[in-house]
């Protein structure tokens, strides 16, 4: 039987029941308790099903006896993603809780939304549930429905940026497991699977794939959950109990590009959880702790402002307002006492805004006894560590012990340095290490029994308190090392671990663009390439010419918050940035706010050196060496980038200005690109 629902159609058969918005047609197989996945264009998953932890067994819903779609479960719904359809999927088997996977299809949308609630009739608790998994024969749970044997890639997100962590793409044959999100995709075509949790209230959610063979998939799985050693965690995930426990939502949707799905996926996320409001336009200025480290004082720090308003801030580098920020980072304590005061007073004069730092879950003293401060001695850290089962403090993560966000101690603390931070007057604050909020443990709230639970309601009350609401003006709110998930607290995240002026570290950065460009104008405003390095930082050797712009380029096409990360008392350092900076076609490019695509995802955990970025009635092009020692010819298909050369094409270089014409009919423009060189180029 065929019946409609709007846009959507339903079929009703002996063992099955299939869902079809006119691009993904979702089937219920009622007999095998399975579920199947058909887009218009071909592709399919196959032989999905539901797991859950009962104690320490897995029950699996295609190994239940009964399996049905309630007539009532069938329901139109509108949200935030618009018309849609839901119906309910469930297992039931004798003695174990039912398995309800609950299917959401929505007009013009090519994916479904689906998650798991587990139900029993009396209270039980469980830390992993599995909304989908499929382990299948040697012709894979995927078809990308193009007939093809080329190379398929599964993409590696990394839970944080913690630890100098690469993202990645790993060819078949082989095996990863994937944070939040992962794509699926033929490196070639770019046609792939994109599928990833868009909720993240209590879970931490991990993608397991893995191909035996190099043409096809053989084992998926997404759970919720996930706590090892990329989560950071020494303990297990933690449990939840009542008699309905839900599963994070999970995004499953098939494209002709995987790119267009994952910015597909990020935009799913922001309907859910948006990134935070920011109207300020892009940030730039400096951050101190590349340029000086340990050895900050307020001599750089001033001489930092004052060359900035004497010498580059009116000529373009400076935000839509002509102002800049000029930030501390760890170690602002090294000042004398009066000094950080007068600092703030003097960038405020020279029309700039103060910024600074601060790790808000992280205690980095040795003693748990130590007493917490602003506390006159009446609460020690021993209280507010995030502790282990037996009660005692979990190890130290990154040479910090880390603090409970639950605990109203610990919130206390938090408030009484972001008071301090803004009655002094800075409008920019970094904060580092937040991973530790989300680690797994026991924590003092009974309310709050999984990390990104904690992590949630320690970063919710930040972002309230920086809030413009609560200050009544804006204030920018900037994460360091930091789980990609939750978002929606902060303005901007690094997307790279530390990232300073070499060659290797504009790679490195440019790695995390590759795989992640879609987090910026999604989970945040804008992504953040770390300190941009033109001349030297202080723990480097001093970089070339050709290092230095490279390293500036990769923070242009990022999205961007574009802080620079020298220290101006050195002579070429002022030089460059005064040359760099007042470049006002590259500044206006940086402050578009815009990330730019990458043109190829094959290059495993390094970085891609092609980007374009259609606008302006042409497309902007971002092309990289990254050999130190030797030139690179450069061949671009412009096909790759979205570029039609039939007609010929005119080639602006936004930094020498000179232009140059390619005949009609081109399809390939090679470059030669000398050591560590880079280009930012115009096509129309």
Excluded at 97 to 110: A, E, F
Excluded at 269 to 277: C, E, G, H, K
Excluded at 561 to 579: H, I, P
Excluded at 590 to 600: D, I, L, Q, S, Y
């Amino acid at each position: 039987m065929t019946t409609v629902i709007g846009q959507f159609k339903l079929e009703q058969a002996f063992g099955k029941f299939a869902a079809d918005n006119g691009l993904l047609k979702v089937t219920a197989n009622t007999e095998e308790g399975t579920l199947t996945l058909a887009w218009k264009d071909g592709q399919t998953m196959a032989g999905l099903y539901a797991e859950a932890r009962v104690g320490t067994e897995i029950v699996r819903s295609s190994y239940y006896g009964s399996h049905t779609v309630p007539e009532a479960s069938v329901q139109a719904i509108e949200d935030g993603f618009g018309e849609g359809l839901q119906f309910s999927f469930e297992h039931a088997e004798p003695g174990k809780p039912v398995l309800r996977q609950l299917i959401r299809l929505y007009k013009d949308l090519p994916y479904a939304l689906i998650e798991l609630e587990a139900e029993s009739e009396q209270e039980w608790e469980t830390n992993e549930l599995t909304p989908l998994a499929s382990y299948l024969n040697d012709d894979g749970l995927l078809d990308f429905g193009d007939g093809s044997k080329e190379e398929i890639r599964s993409l590696f997100i990394p839970y944080d940026n913690d630890k100098w962590v690469r993202f990645g793409s790993q060819s078949n044959p082989g095996s990863l497991r994937s944070y939040e999100v992962t794509a699926i995709y033929r490196a070639e075509s770019r046609r792939g699977f994109v599928i990833g949790s868009i909720t993240h209230d209590t879970w931490k959610t991990a993608i397991d794939v893995e191909g035996t063979f190099s043409e096809a998939i053989g084992r998926l799985r997404v759970f919720a959950g996930a706590a090892d050693l990329q989560t950071r965690d020494t303990v297990p995930h933690g449990s939840l109990r009542g008699t309905s426990i839900v599963s994070p939502t999970i995004f499953v949707g098939a494209y002709a590009d995987y790119r267009e799905g994952m910015e597909a996926y990020g935009g799913a996320n922001a309907i859910i959880q948006p990134a935070l409001t920011w109207s300020g336009g892009v940030p730039v200025g400096w951050n101190s702790w590349s340029a000086v480290m340990a050895k900050l004082d307020y001599e750089v720090y001033t001489y930092t402002s004052d060359f900035f308003a004497q010498e580059i801030q009116a000529d373009g580098f400076a935000d839509f307002e002509g102002s800049l920020y000029v930030n501390f980072d760890a170690f602002s304590d090294n000042l004398k006492e009066g000094e950080l005061e007068d600092a703030v007073r003097r960038v405020k004069a020279n029309g700039q805004k103060p910024g600074t730092y601060y790790t808000p879950f992280a205690f980095w003293g040795s003693d748990p006894d130590t007493p917490v401060e602003g506390t006159d001695g009446t609460v020690l850290y021993r209280e507010i560590l995030l502790k282990d089962a037996a009660g005692k403090p979990l190890p130290k993560l990154d040479g910090a012990f880390p603090i409970d966000p639950s605990h109203p101690e610990a919130i206390a603390r938090i408030m009484r340095q972001l008071d301090e931070v803004t009655s002094i007057g800075f409008e920019y604050l970094k904060m580092d290490f937040l991973a530790h909020g989300a680690m797994e443990g026991v924590h003092y709230d009974p309310s709050i029994s999984t990390g990104i639970q904690a992590y949630n309601y320690g970063m919710s009350a930040i972002a309230k308190a920086l809030s413009p609401d609560r200050l009544g003006r804006p204030f920018l709110i900037n994460l360091s090392i930091a789980p990609l998930f939750p978002h929606g607290y902060a303005h901007s995240r690094r997307v790279s671990c530390d990232a300073f002026g070499t060659i290797a570290d504009t790679e490195y950065m440019l790695n995390a663009l590759t795989y992640g460009w879609w987090i910026s104008d999604n989970l945040y405003r804008f992504n953040d390439p770390d300190h941009i390095v033109l001349y030297k930082s202080d723990n480097q050797r001093t970089i070339s010419e050709h290092e230095g712009r490279s390293r500036l380029n990769s923070g242009v096409i990022s999205g961007t918050s574009l802080l620079l990360g020298d220290d101006y008392r050195m002579e070429e350092a002022a030089s460059r940035a005064k040359a760099w900076m007042t470049n006002k076609e590259a500044m206006a490019l940086a402050k578009r706010g815009e990330t730019f695509r990458p043109a190829e995802g094959r290059s495993g955990t390094g970085g891609e050196d092609l980007y374009s970025l259609a606008g302006d009635g042409g497309t902007y092009v971002a092309v990289f060496n990254f050999d130190e020692g030797n030139e690179k010819s450069k061949a671009i298909d412009l096909s790759r980038i979205g570029i039609d050369g039939s007609k010929g094409l005119t080639v602006r270089d936004l930094w020498s200005g000179e232009s140059y014409s390619l005949q009609p009919g081109t399809a390939e423009h090679v470059l030669a690109l000398e050591p560590a060189e880079s280009k930012l180029l115009f096509y129309v």
